[in-house]
């Protein structure tokens, strides 16, 4: 079993910055792929971005690509989703989320194990 717990998100205007941080606990993550998924209001949920946790391979949306980068830190069991150049349309929760599979395509159909969430909102 795997906990997840996320922090960072918060408001911030249009153009600006924000570091989502998501910390594992209750196993080592090698062989799992991390990642975010978002939800803004009335919409479905949608993938932003994976890392396999083994090698750091990364995986964007075409809409966050060159403006998010998503990284890990393996000795603290946490990833992080640098989020640069934030547009209003980048509102939404931000959820978490990781997968034993190792794959990516396994974790973009379902993740087996989810965070809480966290607020982001871009204004402006």
């Given amino acids: 079993q795997v906990q997840l717990v996320e922090s960072g998100g918060g408001l911030v205007q249009a153009g600006g910055s924000l570091r989502l941080s998501c910390a594992a606990s209750g196993r080592t993550l090698s062989g799992y792929v991390m990642g975010w998924f978002r939800q803004?209001?009335?919409k479905e949920r949608e993938f932003v971005a994976a890392i396999v946790w083994s090698g750091g391979i990364p995986f964007y949306a075409d809409s966050v690509k060159g403006r998010f980068t998503i990284s890990r830190h393996s000795a603290n069991n946490t990833a992080y989703l640098q989020m640069n150049s934030?547009?209003?349309?980048d509102t939404a929760v931000y959820y978490c989320a990781?997968?034993?599979?190792?794959?990516?395509?396994?974790f973009?159909?379902?993740p087996g194990y989810w965070g809480q969430g966290?607020?982001?909102t871009v204004s402006s």
């Fill in 98 to 106: 990781s997968d034993s599979s190792g794959s990516y395509n396994v």
């Fill in 86 to 89: 934030l547009k209003p349309e």
């Fill in 108 to 110: 973009r159909r379902g």
């Fill in 40 to 42: 803004a209001p009335g």
């Fill in 118 to 120: 966290t607020h982001v």
